[in-house]
């Protein structure tokens, strides 16, 4: 498929569909930590299920570390193992769906923007706990990280070409951005939606490509 405002086409390398394993990705009724591997699935194309537990069903299984391994979602039941933590989960299921590179070099550079990435989430986080007369200082103090953050991002998709974070290919880094990006201008409370995609055309460029695409146009269309 070819990307509004480019002419770069999406190109996926995934495993056929009839050789996968029997996926379920267990997680709130939310986005949070569990949404990039759901963009992940729904990029790929292959059959899984989205197990949604509300926070009863979680607390009766919580003390279970045969179906919760740390007390915490989401999880992958994956050909009947058990896969926990959030960033681990979302790094298998890209290495298995062929959206961590093609190189170790490529790899290791896919996960330097997902960690960078994930560094802002875990700010957004913080900043969501604040309350009272502090919540405006921790909301400027996230504001000033996002901007930082976003520039570094930025400079690092130009300086590779300016269509994919790494090796001119789609990879779970750029969905890892796609994500961020819905997190902090659609998902938060409105005084936190303090990122301007547009003061990084490149990002915003990317993110309209990504959320264009038909399998994440889809997804983004359901009621999630």
């Avoid at 990039?36 to 009766?60: C, H, N, P």
């Avoid at 915490?72 to 298998?92: D, E, K």
């Avoid at 309209?208 to 997804?219: E, V």
Wanted: net charge neutral; with cysteine; aromatic share 10%.
């Amino acid at each position: 498929m070819t990307g509004r405002g480019s002419q770069c086409t999406f190109t996926s390398t995934l495993y056929n569909k009839e050789e996968m394993a029997e996926i379920k990705l267990c997680y709130f009724n939310a986005a949070a930590r569990g949404e990039i591997s759901r963009l992940i699935l729904a990029y790929s194309g292959v059959k899984w299920k989205d197990e949604r537990m509300t926070g009863d069903q979680f607390r009766a299984i919580k003390e279970d570390t045969a179906k919760l391994p740390y007390g915490q979602m989401p999880v992958l039941h994956y050909n009947g193992q058990i896969i926990a933590q959030s960033l681990t989960v979302a790094r298998f299921l890209a290495g298995e769906l062929g959206l961590t590179g093609r190189t170790s070099l490529e790899s290791a550079q896919v996960d330097e923007v997902v960690d960078a990435l994930y560094d802002l989430q875990q700010a957004s986080f913080k900043c969501m706990g604040a309350k009272g007369d502090g919540r405006a200082e921790a909301i400027a103090k996230f504001e000033d990280t996002l901007c930082k953050g976003f520039s570094q991002l930025e400079t690092r998709l130009t300086a590779r070409g300016g269509q994919f974070f790494v090796g001119n290919n789609l990879s779970w880094a750029d969905l890892m951005c796609f994500n961020m990006i819905e997190s902090f201008c659609n998902r938060v409370g409105e005084d936190m939606r303090v990122l301007k995609v547009d003061n990084y055309p490149k990002i915003q460029n990317l993110y309209t490509r990504i959320g264009q695409l038909p399998n994440i146009k889809a997804w983004m269309s359901k009621d999630n």
